[in-house]
């Protein structure tokens, strides 16, 4: 049988789709007791900082954020002027994504510091610039919403949330709730993770 080389192409992304998922699972994936951030008890844990530490999986992460971020972008009819990133998990993200992609980012903090600028966010976001916020692991969606809320609040128009993990539990419908496009590169089904 012949294949064009749009099919082995795909065949390939997807055969390297299927290994950064079980890198990130293989690198992130604890077991236990965990008390997740919405106060939820779990028991596995996948542990952002043990995949976006590493350079592995990190830059092949980038290149997959750039392509859903060109499908996006393609799908909405608005090209994203900046990258977002909620502290602490999502600088690394955010940071190799503007390398990939050549897009400046701002970094969005938990709360707005009370010393210097007194800034939520930092870096440059000019009012009305449309960004997409980047997220490492979206349980609840809860610290995505408020990370675009501040966006939201300083100017900025959110085009979409987009996780490297999405734990099916809520996330998706609760930033979908917020009036949010939500998309993840992989859920924990992908990852191979079960309760």
């Not at 909405?76 to 998990?89: D, F, I, Q, T």
Request: hydrophobic share 40%; proline share 2%.
């Amino acid at each position: 049988m012949h294949t064009t080389h749009d099919e082995a192409t795909e065949g390939r992304a997807d055969a390297g789709r299927d290994d950064l998922a079980r890198l990130i699972a293989e690198a992130s994936l604890l077991r236990g007791s965990f008390t997740l951030r919405s106060g939820r008890t779990s028991s596995y844990y996948l542990d952002k900082y043990r995949f976006s530490t590493r350079p592995e999986i990190l830059a092949p992460l980038a290149r997959l954020f750039a392509d859903r971020i060109a499908i996006v972008e393609r799908e909405v009819g608005r090209r994203a002027e900046r990258l977002a990133g909620a502290e602490l998990g999502g600088v690394p993200l955010v940071t190799a994504v503007a390398l990939e992609t050549g897009r400046p980012c701002v970094l969005v903090r938990n709360s707005r510091k009370d010393y210097g600028t007194s800034r939520q966010i930092e870096g440059l976001l000019e009012q009305g610039d449309g960004l997409i916020l980047l997220e490492d692991v979206a349980t609840t969606g809860g610290q995505a919403i408020e990370a675009c809320e501040a966006i939201r609040v300083a100017g900025g128009e959110v085009i979409a949330v987009v996780s490297v993990i999405d734990r099916e539990e809520g996330a998706r419908e609760n930033i979908e709730s917020a009036g949010l496009r939500f998309e993840a590169l992989f859920t924990k089904t992908d990852l191979g993770v079960d309760e």
